[in-house]
Structures are given as C-alpha cells and as structure tokens.
C-alpha cells in the first residue's frame, strides 16, 4: 500500500512549535500532518496558516491536512450556524491558497445530552439527534461541500463519538443526505469501537464503502466487566482491533486516500509516533 501517512497533531502537541512539529514528522518518516483547524477561539487563522506554511517549506513536508474543530451546526440558533459555515468556508478558502489540500477531517458539532456522563457514548450522538439537527448538518454541509468541491478539497466525516456521526451507519445516512462528491466519510474504528452499538469492523467498512475518503486508526484495551468506560488507549499494534486486516479490507477497496494515526494518550508521545509508524509501515508492506 502506498497511501500517504499522516501523522495526527496531538503525538506533538506537548510544548513542540509548529516548525518541530514538521522537522519530527519529515524526521520520522511521516508524509504529512493533520493540524486543528484551530488551537484557540483568539488565534488569527491567516498567521496560524501562514506559520505552518512557512514551517512546510523549510522541511519539505508533503502534505497538510486539517481536522478539528469543524463547524457547530447542532445550534439552535440559524444565525450561529450561519456564522459557522461562513468561518469554515473561509477558512478553507484561506488554506486552499497555501496548501494543496487534498482530504480534510471535519465534524458537525458535538451532541451531548444535558446531565449524562460524557462515556455513556449511546446516549449522546446520533441516537439523540432529533430531525431538525440532522437537516442543519444537511443544509450547512450542502453550502461547505459546494466550495469544498469548487476548491478541489474532499472533506471527511470522523466517525467520533458525541457527534451525529457517531456510528457508521449514521455517518453514511449523513453523507448520503448530504449528497455532494466531496463530503464522505473518515472511518476511525477506534472510536466507533468504543460504543456499546458499536458493531463490527468488517460492518463498518462495509456500510461506508465507497464514501471512505480518509482512516484513522488507533487501538484500545478492554477492561472486562464494565459498560461505560472500558477502556485503555494503547499502541497500535497492541489492542483489540486488527488493524491488519482493517488495511487489508481498505487495500479491497482499492482505497488510495491518506492514513493518519494518533495518540490520544499520555506519555512520550514522540516515542508513540515512530513505534506506531514502524508498526503500520510493516502492516502496509513499506
């Protein structure tokens, strides 16, 4: 398999700039990074993208990607949605300009219900939205997908839990909906794996199929007897999910999108980022 790799901003996100950042990755072997599309509510998007841009030219880093925080279009309010969209569009109007973007990670805005612990992951998302928040992700990503699609960017779905597009199945209802060439799917079966409706990997793939238009991949441990919460984020190659026949399944489909891994765990994360890279350059035949 040659797909890109990218590696997820949080393996260095502990003190690193911008510049170590992209000197780490190139250093490791990485093809890419996937950035926040921002850090925080004050920073300036043109300054922040100018720095990364500035920090690719000097260690050649292949590609930048974006992902998270995407558009909040689960508020009630028409004229924050509105605004929502207006920010994301020029923000990838703005990154367009700096960067050949290919695929970008994206979500719709966190779904939680008031007063219920945040890892009971069925009782939040999808299995809450109501109509009306299903036809604002529609309308909003309907307008974001439009320039997405004139720009030559593809934008991606996490599958993530807390948001509508928790599951595969809703994922794919959403994109369906959504119905423009370039909004599909980022399948994370790490996160999906985590919810009590969870289903399989081999289901997952299937469901989302053709719409798979980039992966992120993880592992996690089990700790038996426990519903909410029974879990331990690990190495790639450690846990429950076999993430070599997930790559298999994904190389059936003839799927050439990039590949990011991430280490939403604490510790040496830059330990974390070349040994989970040795382990999916192997898996890939690399």
Request: with cysteine.
């Given at each position: 398999m040659n797909n890109p790799i990218i590696m997820h901003v949080n393996y260095v996100e502990q003190g690193q700039t911008i510049l170590e950042m992209c000197q780490k990755a190139v250093a490791w072997g990485y093809d890419g990074i996937e950035f926040r599309r921002s850090r925080r509510a004050d920073e300036d998007p043109v300054k922040y993208l100018d720095e990364i841009a500035c920090a690719r030219d000097k260690t050649g880093l292949k590609q930048v990607l974006f992902g998270a925080p995407g558009p909040n279009l689960m508020a009630a309010d028409v004229d924050v949605r509105k605004k929502e969209v207006e920010a994301c569009i020029a923000f990838f109007r703005l990154a367009a300009k700096r960067f050949k973007l290919t695929v970008c990670n994206t979500m719709t805005g966190s779904l939680v219900t008031g007063g219920v612990p945040y890892?009971?992951?069925?009782?939040?998302?999808?299995?809450?939205?109501?109509?009306?928040?299903?036809?604002?992700?529609?309308?909003?990503?309907?307008?974001?997908?439009?320039?997405?699609?004139?720009?030559?960017?593809r934008l991606a779905f996490e599958?993530?839990?807390?948001?509508?597009?928790?599951?595969?199945k809703a994922s794919r209802e959403l994109v369906d909906r959504i119905n423009r060439p370039s909004v599909g799917i980022?399948?994370?079966?790490?996160?999906?794996?985590?919810?009590p409706q969870g289903g399989t990997l081999d289901d997952a793939i299937k469901i989302c199929g053709d719409r798979i238009y980039y992966v992120h991949l993880k592992n996690i441990l089990r700790i038996p007897g426990q519903k909410y919460g029974n879990f331990i984020v690990c190495g790639l190659a450690d846990g429950v999910i076999n993430n070599r026949s997930f790559l298999h399944q994904l190389q059936g489909?003839?799927?050439?999108?990039?590949?990011?891994?991430?280490?939403?765990?604490?510790?040496?994360?830059?330990?974390?980022?070349?040994?989970?890279?040795?382990?999916?350059?192997?898996?890939?035949?690399?």
């Amino acid at each position: 398999m040659n797909n890109p790799i990218i590696m997820h901003v949080n393996y260095v996100e502990q003190g690193q700039t911008i510049l170590e950042m992209c000197q780490k990755a190139v250093a490791w072997g990485y093809d890419g990074i996937e950035f926040r599309r921002s850090r925080r509510a004050d920073e300036d998007p043109v300054k922040y993208l100018d720095e990364i841009a500035c920090a690719r030219d000097k260690t050649g880093l292949k590609q930048v990607l974006f992902g998270a925080p995407g558009p909040n279009l689960m508020a009630a309010d028409v004229d924050v949605r509105k605004k929502e969209v207006e920010a994301c569009i020029a923000f990838f109007r703005l990154a367009a300009k700096r960067f050949k973007l290919t695929v970008c990670n994206t979500m719709t805005g966190s779904l939680v219900t008031g007063g219920v612990p945040y890892l009971e992951f069925d009782r939040h998302g999808s299995m809450v939205a109501t109509p009306d928040q299903w036809q604002w992700a529609v309308e909003g990503f309907q307008a974001i997908g439009d320039v997405a699609t004139a720009l030559g960017v593809r934008l991606a779905f996490e599958t993530h839990n807390c948001y509508l597009h928790d599951l595969a199945k809703a994922s794919r209802e959403l994109v369906d909906r959504i119905n423009r060439p370039s909004v599909g799917i980022n399948l994370d079966y790490g996160n999906i794996v985590l919810h009590p409706q969870g289903g399989t990997l081999d289901d997952a793939i299937k469901i989302c199929g053709d719409r798979i238009y980039y992966v992120h991949l993880k592992n996690i441990l089990r700790i038996p007897g426990q519903k909410y919460g029974n879990f331990i984020v690990c190495g790639l190659a450690d846990g429950v999910i076999n993430n070599r026949s997930f790559l298999h399944q994904l190389q059936g489909l003839k799927f050439d999108g990039p590949i990011s891994i991430e280490a939403p765990r604490e510790g040496d994360r830059e330990w974390y980022a070349q040994e989970d890279l040795r382990y999916l350059k192997a898996m890939m035949g690399r």
